[in-house]
């Protein structure tokens, strides 16, 4: 009995200990607990949807208030200024469901967003001033489109990609874009089609995504490419027009983070055919002779495989690339479609405009020392002992794809030419 009793008591011992150990490290977590220290109410918050970039002459120092830096004192930058425009959500307005969508209905007239823009030095010091004038702090977890007018992105944007990378608040899957003439005019655009202009900005981007107008860049993409020691960013390139809506221009290319060229709204179609990217969302006019015998295909889907290669102490690249077509429209009634004949000859037409293009835009991007198909990182993947010896850097890269050679290789099917009730 003695034994029984003394092993009973050390179980209740160990039970006993366990459990006051167990309370003490629960106390001890509870000062570690944060909780919602750091917590920012919605209401105390300046939601911003869009930011505009403009280059502005030094002459509007005179404008910028004394917030970060004295006037005329030794502490006062030098050097070119921009002018930063946000629109920034109204609480209330924005529409959130099917109800409250559209441009009409109640309410329809009152302002979504507010537009302000301020002067600065640098992207933070006109954050700090437009702060200043702000009862809310700046949040910029729903911003959706950064807009740079043409000017500042040909002297470059390297610093407003560094403080913008550096946010942790900003969404990756945002767009960037250039603007011919002044990005403060897209943040104080109207348009017809959506009440916040921003979100106007971004669905058209989105909309040219799925419909193979544009290949898919976010601004996070466009970081990763011009990254890369093989490869150049580019952004979209869009102008507003005269009804308050943005026309989508081109691409614009860099070198580095300055802003070397533009294509033109058909050679991204070009772009999308070397790289194989779908959906196919470009037509173009074949022409078979003389010019009555023009008909209209449809690219329906695109492949594409690169090669590379070393040649004559170079890289050698071979483009094979496959397109599959509609016969869509023809330009005179007196051309006859039914023979399988005339339907290889617009296959091989296509072919022959299709090389004349791709070659085009290669020379264009080579001119700019603008790789802005990757060629350089094919040459780092599959033929790393040539890079490490040869290029080394993003620098030689640039310098050395100029004088790169590369063969294309097209082949063009009509895949179908539309169905006739009879």
């Given at each position: 009995?003695?034994?029984?009793?003394?092993?009973?008591?050390?179980?209740?011992?160990?039970?006993?200990?366990?459990?006051?150990?167990?309370?003490i490290a629960l106390l001890s977590s509870?000062?570690?607990?944060?909780?919602?220290?750091?917590?920012?109410?919605?209401?105390?918050?300046?939601?911003?949807?869009?930011?505009?970039?403009?280059?502005?002459?030094?002459?509007?120092?005179?404008?910028?208030?004394?917030?970060?830096?004295?006037?005329?004192?030794?502490?006062?930058?030098?050097?070119?200024?921009?002018?930063?425009?946000?629109?920034?959500?109204?609480?209330?307005?924005?529409?959130?469901?099917?109800?409250?969508?559209?441009?009409?209905?109640?309410?329809?007239?009152?302002?979504?967003?507010?537009?302000?823009?301020?002067?600065?030095?640098?992207?933070?010091?006109?954050?700090?001033?437009?702060?200043?004038?702000?009862?809310?702090?700046?949040?910029?977890?729903?911003?959706?489109?950064?807009?740079?007018?043409?000017?500042?992105?040909?002297?470059?944007?390297?610093?407003?990609?560094?403080?913008?990378?550096?946010?942790?608040?900003?969404?990756?899957?945002?767009?960037?874009?250039?603007?011919?003439?002044?990005?403060?005019?897209?943040?104080?655009?109207?348009?017809?089609?959506?009440?916040?202009?921003?979100?106007?900005?971004?669905?058209?981007?989105?909309?040219?995504?799925?419909?193979?107008?544009?290949?898919?860049?976010?601004?996070?993409?466009?970081?990763?490419?011009?990254?890369?020691?093989?490869?150049?960013?580019?952004?979209?390139?869009?102008?507003?027009?005269?009804?308050?809506?943005?026309?989508?221009?081109?691409?614009?290319?860099?070198?580095?983070?300055?802003?070397?060229?533009?294509?033109?709204?058909?050679?991204?179609?070009?772009?999308?055919?070397?790289?194989?990217?779908?959906?196919?969302?470009?037509?173009?006019?074949?022409?078979?002779?003389?010019?009555?015998?023009?008909?209209m295909v449809y690219a329906t889907s695109?492949?594409?495989?690169?090669?590379?290669?070393?040649?004559?102490?170079?890289?050698?690249?071979?483009?094979?690339?496959?397109?599959?077509?509609?016969?869509?429209?023809?330009?005179?009634?007196?051309?006859?479609?039914?023979?399988?004949?005339?339907?290889?000859?617009?296959?091989?037409?296509?072919?022959?405009?299709?090389?004349?293009?791709?070659?085009?835009?290669?020379?264009?991007?080579?001119?700019?020392?603008?790789?802005?198909?990757g060629f350089g990182e094919y040459v780092?993947?599959?033929?790393?002992?040539?890079?490490?010896?040869?290029?080394?850097?993003?620098?030689?890269?640039?310098?050395?794809?100029?004088?790169?050679?590369?063969?294309?290789?097209?082949?063009?099917?009509?895949?179908?030419?539309?169905?006739?009730?009879?």
């Open positions: 009995m003695g034994a029984r009793e003394a092993g009973g008591s050390d179980l209740n011992a160990r039970a006993w200990c366990k459990s006051a150990l167990a309370l509870v000062p570690l607990l944060t909780g919602c220290w750091d917590r920012l109410e919605i209401e105390d918050r300046a939601v911003v949807l869009g930011i505009s970039v403009d280059a502005i002459d030094p002459s509007e120092a005179e404008k910028e208030d004394e917030i970060t830096h004295l006037r005329g004192s030794y502490l006062e930058p030098g050097g070119s200024m921009i002018r930063l425009g946000v629109q920034i959500a109204v609480p209330g307005r924005i529409p959130l469901g099917p109800g409250e969508g559209g441009g009409s209905g109640q309410g329809s007239s009152k302002r979504t967003v507010w537009v302000m823009d301020v002067p600065g030095y640098t992207i933070d010091d006109a954050l700090m001033n437009l702060q200043q004038q702000l009862s809310g702090q700046l949040f910029f977890g729903h911003l959706r489109v950064i807009v740079v007018s043409e000017s500042l992105a040909r002297k470059g944007i390297q610093n407003l990609n560094d403080y913008l990378r550096r946010n942790s608040q900003l969404r990756r899957m945002a767009w960037m874009m250039v603007t011919k003439g002044k990005a403060l005019d897209l943040m104080k655009s109207a348009p017809e089609l959506e009440r916040v202009p921003t979100l106007y900005l971004m669905s058209t981007m989105d909309s040219a995504v799925r419909m193979g107008k544009f290949p898919t860049n976010y601004v996070g993409m466009y970081w990763s490419r011009a990254s890369k020691k093989g490869q150049e960013g580019f952004l979209p390139y869009v102008e507003m027009k005269k009804e308050q809506n943005i026309e989508l221009k081109g691409m614009a290319y860099f070198k580095k983070d300055r802003m070397v060229g533009v294509t033109k709204p058909f050679e991204i179609a070009t772009y999308m055919v070397i790289k194989g990217l779908n959906p196919a969302g470009y037509r173009a006019f074949v022409r078979l002779g003389n010019p009555e015998r023009t008909v695109r492949k594409s495989k690169i090669n590379v290669d070393i040649r004559n102490g170079l890289p050698h690249f071979d483009v094979n690339i496959f397109t599959e077509l509609n016969l869509e429209e023809k330009v005179s009634n007196e051309l006859t479609v039914n023979r399988s004949s005339l339907l290889r000859e617009v296959g091989k037409q296509n072919e022959k405009a299709l090389l004349s293009s791709v070659e085009s835009l290669i020379e264009q991007t080579k001119q700019a020392h603008s790789d802005i198909f780092r993947a599959m033929k790393p002992g040539y890079w490490r010896t040869h290029v080394k850097s993003k620098e030689a890269w640039q310098e050395m794809y100029p004088r790169i050679t590369v063969d294309f290789h097209i082949h063009s099917r009509i895949r179908r030419i539309g169905m006739k009730a009879r």
